[in-house]
């Protein structure tokens, strides 16, 4: 029997913008993205549930400077708004 792949939903664009927004300015996010990233993902307006799911299977181990946010803000954030398959971004 095949397996079907299932891919998750991407983020709302508003969501995904606020998180871009917070991990390009704000330390005290980066520090609970890297940490939690469910709780982050919920804090800048992803469905609870959804966030436990995707925020679950997450592990940041280091997070892109600032700079470097905003300049492939663009590419991140059709990442982030397209359904994602088995590889996660990385930011």
């Known amino acids: 029997m095949a397996t079907k ?3 998750t939903p991407g983020l709302d ?3 995904a913008d606020k998180l871009l927004d917070k991990l390009s300015t704000d330390n ?15 804090k800048v307006g992803h469905p609870k ?3 436990a799911s995707t925020g ?3 592990q940041v181990r280091s ?3 600032k700079a470097q946010i905003v300049k492939a803000r663009n590419e991140l954030k059709t990442m982030l ?4 398959g088995m590889t996660p971004p990385q930011l």
């Open 13 to 15: 664009p508003k969501v």
């Open 81 to 84: 708004t397209a359904s994602l």
């Open 5 to 7: 792949k299932t891919a």
């Open 28 to 42: 005290d996010f980066r520090r609970l993205f890297k940490k939690d990233p469910a709780a982050a993902l919920v």
């Open 63 to 65: 997070i892109a400077p």
């Open 56 to 58: 679950g299977c997450c």
């Open 49 to 51: 549930d959804a966030a």
